[in-house]
């Protein structure tokens, strides 16, 4: 009997134990948690455990929350796993995460501050590491792809070890059948904001995610990773007794109108975590550079590139609507007359903004490019003058380096480039950039953008 009870003690003490290490805090649709040999259907509050997998079906929608705050959005179609999660101090704390198949967005939390060196992303065909970010990871077959929303992150391939950094802003796909590799720019018009954003500034937040998401996906995804008030979604009030530094969190539920505080910013702001841990979370902004559009006439919109959480303004572009193309070299190749084009800019400094009106003339006969810019003040500096000999090459390209100013800033240079749009050159569009001396005495700058259009030569 001793012996019987003895060998019992031993099978207990070796028997494997999982502790919660994140919690569901936010479901849609049907998914379940592959557990050893269990199915577990996944419910809204259910505990994940360390190795444990999480397959959803197609249109489902899963968001975990773990202990450090690592938030992970699971989309439809996906296998996502844990195989490895400690969360300690500096030199103990590590995490493992496997997507074998579909798509998850995440914004890491503490150990990506205290031990991002020990935070790995693992597909089947590379290894991505982090530096504290906001990122979206797709694997479709063979191809593994990594969207940097925020901060940065790095892929390591398989194949031959190579590196390959992705910056916030960045998209790289890899292709590990055909080993190809390519980085392109990602298009956000939009801005992501720390907790509790306006409702406006909520739907641009959601508009963030799924312009992400499109991008990385296949195009027919309808914001497959976003959450939105109004979406039937439900979110729980949980907490691990064995231990009160876990995550308290309480969400909106089905029941509160589309107009209530996000549920990602609710749980953000209540917790029981360690004050220092909250301050730190809550003071967090997500730095995404994102496009503010000025405006836009019949062929081109203008504006340029800014930072939410330092408020300086950079970039200036412009971009062709839908179904606008420039004009092909060979209709210009025929043009002998003249068009006149009238329209607006808008020029940036720092974190000052102003917008202004622009005139340009282009004579297709002589090659020449003149015109002036007006009603244009920034920051106290009166930037109008006048711009001539520029010149229009063959294929339409516009450059100008000779400015004469109107204002109370002096000696102004610079340049001014753009290109034309339209079958008949009815559109030009472009950016500038301006140097000179303000009334101050002190030297002082600007760039833009602007459009412009007129009936063509």
Do not use: C
């Amino acid at each position: 009997m001793l012996t019987r009870i003895l060998l019992m003690v031993l099978l207990v003490l070796s028997t494997p134990t999982f502790a919660s290490i994140a919690n569901v805090s936010a479901i849609k649709g049907d998914a379940v948690i592959l557990r050893g040999d269990q199915k577990l259907p996944i419910h809204l509050g259910d505990a994940i455990e360390e190795k444990d997998q999480i397959k959803t079906s197609n249109e489902t929608k899963v968001q975990i929350i773990f202990k450090d705050r690592t938030i992970v959005t699971i989309g439809k179609n996906t296998l996502f796993s844990v195989p490895e999660y400690v969360y300690g101090d500096a030199k103990t704390s590590k995490v493992e995460f496997k997507l074998s198949k579909g798509v998850f967005k995440s914004m890491t939390g503490k150990i990506g501050e205290i031990a991002k060196q020990r935070f790995k992303i693992k597909t089947a065909t590379a290894t991505i590491g982090i530096r504290g970010t906001i990122y979206i990871v797709r694997v479709q077959g063979d191809k593994t792809q990594l969207s940097t929303l925020d901060g940065a992150t790095y892929m390591q391939l398989n194949s031959n070890g190579a590196v390959y950094d992705v910056p916030a802003g960045k998209s790289l796909d890899y292709d590990a059948k055909s080993g190809s590799v390519s980085v392109k720019d990602l298009t956000i018009k939009t801005v992501m904001i720390q907790t509790d954003p306006p409702q406006s500034e909520k739907d641009q937040l959601s508009d963030a995610i799924e312009a992400q998401t499109d991008d990385v996906g296949n195009g027919n995804d309808s914001n497959p990773l976003g959450f939105n008030a109004g979406d039937g979604y439900m979110t729980a009030r949980t907490k691990n007794k064995d231990n009160p530094n876990d995550v308290y969190l309480e969400g909106m539920t089905n029941t509160q109108p589309a107009g209530g505080d996000d549920f990602v910013s609710t749980m953000v702001a209540d917790s029981n975590l360690p004050t220092e841990t909250d301050g730190q979370l809550n003071q967090t902004t997500i730095e995404i550079p994102y496009q503010v559009v000025a405006g836009k006439d019949s062929y081109n919109e203008y504006g340029y590139w800014a930072d939410k959480n330092s408020a300086q303004l950079s970039t200036p572009f412009t971009n062709p609507l839908p179904g606008i193309a420039e004009t092909p070299a060979s209709t210009i190749s025929g043009f002998t007359g003249s068009a006149a084009y009238s329209g607006n800019l808008v020029a940036i400094s720092g974190s000052n903004q102003a917008t202004g009106t622009l005139l340009m003339q282009v004579n297709f006969g002589t090659n020449k490019v003149s015109g002036s810019m007006t009603d244009l003040t920034l920051a106290g500096n009166k930037w109008d003058n006048i711009f001539t000999n520029g010149t229009v090459s063959s294929s339409g390209a516009i450059s100008v380096s000779n400015f004469s100013s109107n204002g109370n800033v002096s000696g102004i240079t610079g340049n001014l480039n753009g290109k034309l749009y339209g079958n008949n050159a009815q559109g030009v569009a472009g950016t500038f950039n301006l140097n000179g001396t303000a009334a101050s005495g002190g030297s002082t700058s600007a760039s833009g953008s602007y459009v412009a259009h007129g009936g063509g030569p």
